[in-house]
């Protein structure tokens, strides 16, 4: 397969810029509206579930955005994940706080992630959820898929496909964790 | 926030060899594991697939339920040797035995002993990460780590705190490892018991001697009480159990002369009416049960941990 290349303004150390904070916003505003027409009828058992550290930062703004736009009050909540996953010491894998708002039977979940990648931290996500109850349906959204599944697994809402070389590594900066806000992809040397 | 994020040894065999961080460390990890306990299924599948064995020479419900109860909540299989009906009675040597289960795979082994240092010797000849619950004399680390993690919970920090320890201190692990943790975290450690009991060479240790109760107990924001070994008065250690009770019993007299709403603790099994009053141990400020839900927490975030810092080993290509 040919290799691709991307447009944008070149950062330092190779990373280009793929999201800037009006990408950004304008994501969490269509995700939310995919949610809000997705789910008719099951608005009121709505639940935003956050994988940290920035998936809950994004579950609180797709939150926002669907009390703004759509009148949808829905509770977020916090999911670690560390505890389920198939990589322990291989990367900071020290247990979090899961905070869920509630009981989860019978909910309509979306999780929310940064980056999809492998699959595996939502595989892991799925697991944790469900040893809290068992809830009626788990969607899945996503600020950027950047491709490389291992898994069965695909997110029914997309901020940004945003295809990578496999050595290519995907950040998200977002204001309230890290400061500035955008999305870089950094061209690794593998 | 800690900077190190697994233990950098293989085993844990005592409080001595941690760092302040890595202290720090199992604390904060205990305190996020605690949760798992209040989940709708109470566990987690961080170490399946992982086997651990209960190794105990001495006798022990409390301590060996714990680490049992930790390891099932991270999903790892556990398998109790009952030292009295196994190959140890027939002269079997302890190392052969370590052999024989690592043969078996295990990964982690939680050891008790009459013997000091007896796990260390373990350590060294096995791959598998041997915990120390408990050898002679010598050190019981998870028992001052659920104790330093006690503290923090109830009173906020373990800094500048004064813990006094009351009993047969000569004897017991406890008060070495507790001596050795709460010093290491900044607190500061008092020892009281009859001069049989305590020596003064404890003061070298770092710990202050107190050979009288009211002395040691003014101002102490912790009033931590030891078991009260009798096979020790049958070594004429002590001119009675009924003198000792006398003189060093923590009654809810006693208890006010330290300082107001001070925590009470024991590590169990308590002597009710010998070494604490039955209206103490079931008072207002006891933490004792809390030390027990306590002790769950804490040992699951050292096998945690060690199981984390193995992996880690283990990608970076070293010799686990």
Redesign the interface.
Known sequence: MAPRFFCGLMGPQGATQSLDAAGIDRAMVRIAHEIHEKNPGRLADLVLIGIPKRGDTLARRIAAVLARDHAVVAPVGVLDITMYRDDIGSRASLPKPSDLPGSIDGKTIVLVDDVLYTGRSVRAAMDALIDFGRPKAIQLAVLVDRGHRELPIRADYVGKNIPTAPGANVKVELKEDDGAEQVLVEEGNG | MTTV??LSAKDLLGIEPLSRDEIQ?IL??AR??S??AK???K????LRGRTMVNLFYEASTRTRTSFELAAVR?SADVVNINVQASSVVKGETLLDTARTLEAMTVDFIVMRHGSSGAPHMLARNLKASVINAGDGQHEHPTQALLDLYTVREKLGSIEGKTITLIGDIQHSRVARSDLIAFTKMGAKVRFCGPPTLLSADFGALGAEVHHDLKSALTGADVVYVLRLQFERHRMGLMPSVKAYTQQYAITSERVKWAKPGALVMHPGPMNRGVEIAPEVADGPTSVIVDQVANGIAVRMAVL?LL??????R??AGGVS
């Open positions: 994020d697994s460390l904060d990890t996020t594991l949760d798992v989940h709708p299924i566990k987690v599948p961080a991270l945690y199981e984390a810092g193995r992996t880690k283990a990608a």
